[in-house]
């Protein structure tokens, strides 16, 4: 079997910048473990999968490790694909996906994505003892989100000086973290860490900020955000927030078209 391959630089303004993704066409669904394998064997931290439907398309991602119910930077990628490459005259686009309907749409070069918004909920203080001590620094507080922790920092410099101890972040009960803090020439910055899904440190996590949206639109009291996520390649998102719904807008860049044999 002869299947094309796209990989996409998502949140990027430029080559070699944003979130790398590999997306996958289908006809229909491959079993789930030969999904599983090229998702390794392409090693990246996210391999989108979609196929056609009536009302639009089915989309899964899987890390090298593991399917994850929701990968911001992988339907961009996905979108970028449809929209550019396999149906130019396209400006919208309907996913159905674990995390229900995801919409993206089009503007010139920038596609925006429509996601849920995710709510936090407090933390023991043994826990935040623990979280805190796997991410590192000192954070101002530290609050739970579906599948991941999101660490509070006083400073843009705090987050980026982190050097968490992931053995010992995979090794807790929910083996993900957000860590952010105010920004400088933005409205705030994050990173994130899932060594729990195999990825050390993802470089730009749209779910992520279906959490940090809501929580700094409430907090600096503004719908409109622009966010920086500042791992080594680093992206930004232009936000806003939307009570049940967090929209999420960025650029991409094609960086290899191919074909797998399987």
């Known amino acids: 079997m002869r299947l094309p391959i796209y990989q996409v630089d ?9 979130n790398p993704a590999a997306v996958v066409p289908l006809a229909e669904w491959l079993p789930d473990s030969v999904m599983q394998s090229i998702a390794a064997e392409n090693n990246l931290a996210e391999t989108a999968f979609f196929v056609p ?3 639009g398309f089915g989309l899964r991602w899987f890390t090298p490790a593991i399917e994850v119910p929701l990968c911001g930077h992988a339907t961009l990628a996905s979108a970028f694909v449809l929209m550019t ?3 130019p005259a396209r400006t919208a686009v309907r996913f159905r996906s674990k995390s229900g309907a995801l919409q993206v749409t089009r503007a010139g070069d920038v596609f925006t994505l429509d996601f849920p918004s995710r709510g936090l909920t407090p933390v023991s203080e043994d826990e935040a003892r623990r979280v805190a001590s796997a991410v590192g620094g000192k954070p101002v507080s530290i609050q739970f989100s579906v599948d991941r922790y999101m660490v509070l920092y006083a400073s843009a410099d705090e ?4 050097s968490p101890d992931l053995r010992a972040l995979a090794a807790s009960t929910r083996g993900r973290a957000i860590a952010t803090a105010p920004g400088e020439d933005c409205d705030f910055v994050s990173r994130f860490f ?3 899904a195999g990825i050390d440190e993802d470089p730009v996590t749209g779910s992520a900020h279906c959490t940090l949206v809501p929580y700094w639109a409430a907090r600096l009291g503004k719908s409109s955000l622009v966010a920086r996520q500042i791992s080594a390649r680093g992206g930004t998102l232009q936000c806003r927030h939307a009570g049940e719904r967090t ?3 960025g650029t ?4 290899l078209e191919g074909t797998i044999h399987v």
């Not at 998502?10 to 944003?18: C, M, P």
């Not at 987050?159 to 982190?162: G, H, I, P, S, Y």
């Open 194 to 196: 899932a060594p729990a």
């Open 10 to 18: 998502a949140f990027a303004d430029r080559l070699f910048a944003g």
């Open 53 to 55: 439907e009536e009302d």
């Open 247 to 249: 929209y999420m807008g």
């Open 252 to 255: 991409a860049r094609l960086y």
């Open 159 to 162: 987050v980026k000086a982190l």
């Open 85 to 87: 490459i396999l149906d």
